[in-house]
């Protein structure tokens, strides 16, 4: 069965840091592309920061880039968020998702959007001012 495993969410102060990690079991083929995406009610999810970890090539949206950073361990199927700097603006639900792709360059939100991608139930963060 398969699932990916989210924790480290929690409330802080703004400026303030947390990290999340997110565990992937159960995959036939060890996902190759994995995501963070964060959800508030009455929104579209928003792609974050993705990692294609068979080279390490990242993404970050714009609203993230120079405050987060992804990065893995596949020998534990893992990825993590490192959020710095965090602002009201970043208090949502933190989804992390999973998919193997046959090439790189398949490997962006668009895909990870798909339904053959694998989704956790998330983990909360919030930001207070």
């Known amino acids: 069965q398969v699932q990916l495993m989210e924790s480290g969410g929690g409330s802080v102060h703004a400026g303030g840091s947390l990290r999340l990690s997110c565990v992937a079991s159960?995959?036939?083929?060890?996902?190759?592309?994995m995501g963070w995406f964060r959800q508030v009610p009455g929104n579209e999810p928003e792609g974050v920061a993705r990692?294609?970890?068979?080279?390490?090539?990242?993404e970050y949206s714009d609203s993230v880039k120079g405050r987060f950073t992804i990065s893995q361990d596949n020998a534990k199927q893992s990825v993590y968020l490192q959020m710095d700097r965090l602002n009201p603006e970043d208090s949502a639900t933190y989804h992390c998702?999973?998919?193997?792709?046959?090439?790189?360059?398949?490997?962006?939100?668009?895909?990870?959007?798909?339904?053959?991608?694998?989704w956790g139930s998330g983990t909360q963060v919030t930001v207070s001012s």
């Open positions: 998702a999973a998919v193997y792709v046959n090439f790189g360059w398949l490997c962006d939100f668009s895909y990870l959007r798909k339904d053959l991608t694998y």
């Open positions: 159960g995959f036939t083929s060890s996902p190759n592309c």
């Open positions: 990692i294609y970890t068979s080279s390490g090539g990242t």
